[in-house]
């Protein structure tokens, strides 16, 4: 038995391999592999994450929530507001080394708009929902005008959606000579260098990056290169996430709040949080007894405690919120602050007034690790409980249970939103009539309105209105309980410098360094 | 025997087919659809259907189910739902990984396990046996996770000897690939260990009993001999037959120490498959390991024989 022999001579060359890693590389663990390396086209939460580093759009979010100029220097609506004109940066190179054109921003919207590419955004431009443009031409070599069939004030925030690939700018080199995707040629910070499926993606510097001259600001403004080797790994583990951070192996990683109280005080490693743009709440089926009464759902409101559940199933680190601006979003303000005063009798008394009959009422949850659905659920069931409410948890598979959330087969549903950034499409996720789509949650005329408005308006001060009066309809009505936004945290080595979780839940590497 | 092959090969097409038409069914019939997974909640009923139909699942069960056989007949397995890739390079890719894990540990367990097992049984009753059936208990219960984590936190955390996270195969770097295997080899040696010293312990005690044994012994034979020549070939049957079933069920993927160790191996591709609703992945992998345990079953009754000539008349 040869190997057998060889085994402790390999230990001992462990001894010196593991553990010791390069100065100039970074290994950054990531839950699962992408799922392509074409931007907005097949990907999931990962995978734009990872994109966001290889290519960018002309604009693109802020931390805030709002949108800012990234390959354009700056741009202007004209004044019946269908004709935006974009002023791109000069001197931009894509990672072959040419230099971008405003042929290159036409080329990559044609290219995404062609409904061979099954890029994932088409029907949000091409006139499916409201918004159409209809025209898109090189001005001049730094100039490029985008023409709209009507004003929306969702225009920019929708080019800045990072799950349409902020609509990418890339050069001809990313396809094959058969116009097949063979990978991203982009203007980011970091190269594209090797895929390994299911273990490893590699990412280099891209030296000759060229950086906007404002702070580093969300996905846009300054970005600077400062690592040579980016390796994220695909782990699926959380608990060998855990060991990995403390043997060394791994430099980042995104955890959960019960691994993040076990790692407070391990040494060398620091944890940050962020509230993100995911939000926690209790989804309520509108159109059934005993919750299609809204004194119930205002009673199941007043029985549940915010703040509790929301610190008590994140450690502590989550901020409760009843709204579905998160935080951190610009549009978040004094009304977003007032919710449901936890009040279990006056609860009990509007379930009398309502004539509720202990009629059994199902939270459906899930256990996935990333959130926090089952600890809602189980927190949120034995406060109903207290308050007379006949909660009882049903525990699924995430599989299941989106099946029953498209579907709208549910009573109650501890669920978590994916992130929005402009407040229009926030609410939009939740508002529609359920008979056309069942898993809307929010079937309100009223508040369709308020939506249609919203993305119609482009002066803040009237934005900020409508999404107050939102705020108000939604808290009155109870179609849903928000309880508190997403927190991003991450725990990272004391060598690296430079890293913060913020609003969006993917890791940022630019600007990021490593000390000796 | 060479007929006999044949034969045991050609009465496996049947059970081939049911088992396709069953992963066929069985996966369409867990709640949850593709479509919606890799849409998630940003799912509209315009992007669900055009998705559907770009998977092909806007067809009729049996349609599909004729598209995806007549493929597989051709050698093609598809692509993959979530990445795109062809499913056939994928699994034999992965399988590799499994593979070079599973015989080394199913070896090196056999190596250890066996001549403890005999001994055990030499020595039944004594403390040296008592000693060691209780270890073997110990192991055997112990989940194969925790066994993993136990040794990750060991080897990898408190002595810093062996890397926590990452693979690299060994056709790259063989050295380097090496020191990833070692703990999950170790882990399975452990577990697996566990039970083929009970098997073979509990076999030899039995066959210990037998005249010819006492026979042998009357004779004068030495104990060693007594063990090696005489007792261990009619001992070994049994314990053949449950390193078959054992081998079978871990070629089919160690999906929990693949997953603790983050090996890219065959069970991490089919439980992944699973949770995300990737059906040609799921039917790919489970065809495939159908026809491994069809091969190790026959490959285990080929050599049987060698070890006890009454097999060859049944």
């Known amino acids: ?516 | 025997m060479f007929l006999h092959l044949v034969r045991r090969i050609g009465s496996s097409i049947p059970t081939l087919i049911l088992v396709s038409v069953l992963i066929f069914l069985l996966i369409r019939l867990v709640p949850g659809d593709p479509a919606q997974l890799l849409l998630g909640d940003l799912a509209t009923e315009q992007s669900l259907a055009r998705v559907r139909q770009q998977m092909g699942l806007d067809l009729s069960y049996p349609q599909q189910y004729l598209i995806w056989i007549s493929q597989v007949l051709q050698g093609d397995f598809g692509h993959s739902i979530q990445t795109g890739q062809a499913i056939a390079p994928m699994i034999i890719q992965r399988f590799g990984v499994t593979l070079s894990i599973v015989l080394v540990a199913i070896v090196i367990a056999s190596l250890i396990a066996i001549p403890i097992g005999m001994i055990a049984a030499w020595k039944q009753n004594s403390r040296l046996d008592v000693g060691l059936v209780t270890l073997a208990t110990l192991l055997l219960s112990i989940p194969s996770f925790w066994m993993g984590l136990l040794l990750l936190l060991l080897f990898g955390l408190q002595l810093g000897w062996l890397p926590v996270v990452g693979y690299v195969s060994l056709r790259e770097d063989f050295h380097t690939g090496l020191l990833y295997l070692i703990m999950p080899i170790i882990t399975l040696v452990l577990v697996e260990s566990g039970t083929l010293v009970r098997m073979m312990r509990s076999s030899t005690l039995e066959v210990l009993r037998l005249d010819y044994i006492s026979h042998a012994r009357a004779k004068g034979v030495g104990e060693a001999m007594v063990l090696a020549r005489h007792a261990f070939p009619n001992a070994f049957g049994p314990t053949l037959t449950l390193m078959g079933i054992m081998l079978g069920n871990l070629l089919s993927g160690i999906a929990v120490v693949e997953t603790v160790f983050t090996l890219p191996g065959l069970g991490r591709l089919l439980v992944d498959g699973i949770y995300a609703r990737d059906y040609p992945v799921v039917q790919g992998c489970m065809l495939f390991i159908a026809s491994l345990y069809i091969v190790v079953n026959i490959g285990i009754d080929a050599i049987h024989p060698l070890f006890d000539p009454r097999v060859k008349d049944a």
């Open chain 1, 1 to 516: 038995m040869k190997l057998l022999a060889c085994i402790p001579l390999l230990l001992l060359c462990g001894l010196t391999s593991a553990g010791a890693a390069a100065n100039d590389t970074i290994t950054v663990a990531m839950n699962a592999d992408i799922r392509s390396t074409q931007p907005g086209v097949n990907r999931d939460g990962n995978t734009d994450g990872v994109m966001m580093h290889i290519v960018e759009g002309l604009v693109g979010y802020r931390e805030d929530g709002s949108v800012g100029p990234m390959l354009a220097q700056s741009y202007e609506v004209s004044d019946d507001g269908r004709t935006y004109t974009f002023h791109l940066r000069q001197g931009v190179r894509f990672h072959n080394g040419e230099t971008m054109t405003a042929e290159h921003v036409v080329w990559s919207w044609n290219r995404w708009m062609d409904p061979d590419t099954q890029w994932r955004c088409v029907s949000d431009f091409d006139g499916s929902s409201d918004l159409q443009v209809t025209e898109v031409t090189a001005v001049d070599d730094h100039t490029v005008t985008m023409t709209l069939a009507s004003p929306s004030a969702l225009f920019l925030a929708n080019m800045a959606r990072p799950d349409c690939g902020a609509v990418a700018v890339i050069h001809p080199d990313s396809l094959d000579e058969n116009g097949a995707w063979r990978e991203p040629v982009g203007t980011g910070p970091y190269k594209l260098e090797q895929w390994n499926h299911n273990r490893s993606i590699i990412l280099t510097r891209f030296a000759d990056y060229t950086s906007r001259e404002e702070p580093m600001d969300g996905y846009v403004g300054g970005k600077e290169p400062r690592i040579g080797t980016v390796r994220i790994l695909v782990i699926p583990d959380p608990a060998t996430v855990v060991a990995g951070l403390q043997a060394g192996n791994i430099d980042v990683a995104p955890i959960s709040a019960t691994d993040a109280r076990a790692l407070r005080n391990a040494s060398g490693i620091k944890i940050d949080t962020a509230d993100n743009g995911l939000r926690n709440g209790l989804l309520i089926q509108t159109n059934a007894p005993p919750l299609d009464d809204p004194r119930v759902r205002r009673a199941v409101a007043l029985a549940i405690d915010t703040e509790q559940v929301a610190l008590g199933s994140s450690e502590g680190m989550a901020t409760p919120s009843n709204s579905n601006v998160p935080i951190s979003s610009a549009w978040y303000g004094e009304v977003q602050r007032t919710g449901y005063e936890y009040d279990p009798q006056a609860a009990r008394e509007l379930l009398a007034e309502a004539g509720y009959n202990n009629e059994p009422i199902e939270i459906i949850a899930n256990q996935r690790p990333k959130v926090p659905s089952y600890d809602v659920a189980i927190i949120a069931q034995s406060m109903m409980q207290a308050a007379g409410i006949n909660a009882r948890v049903n525990t699924m598979e995430w599989a299941t249970q989106l099946d029953r959330y498209s579907s709208g087969r549910y009573q109650m549903m501890s669920f978590t939103y994916s992130a929005r950034f402009d407040p229009a499409l926030m609410f939009e996720q939740i508002t529609g009539d359920k008979t056309q789509e069942p898993r809307k949650v929010w079937d309100d005329p009223r508040a369709q309105e308020l939506i249609q408005a919203l993305s119609l308006t482009e002066d803040t001060g009237q934005r900020q209105a409508l999404v107050d009066e939102l705020h108000t309809l939604m808290i009155e009505q109870t179609p849903l309980i928000f309880l508190f936004p997403g927190v991003s945290i991450a725990a990272y080595r004391d060598r690296v410098e430079g890293f913060a979780p913020w609003f969006g839940e993917s890791p940022r590497l630019w600007n990021v360094s490593i000390t000796q």
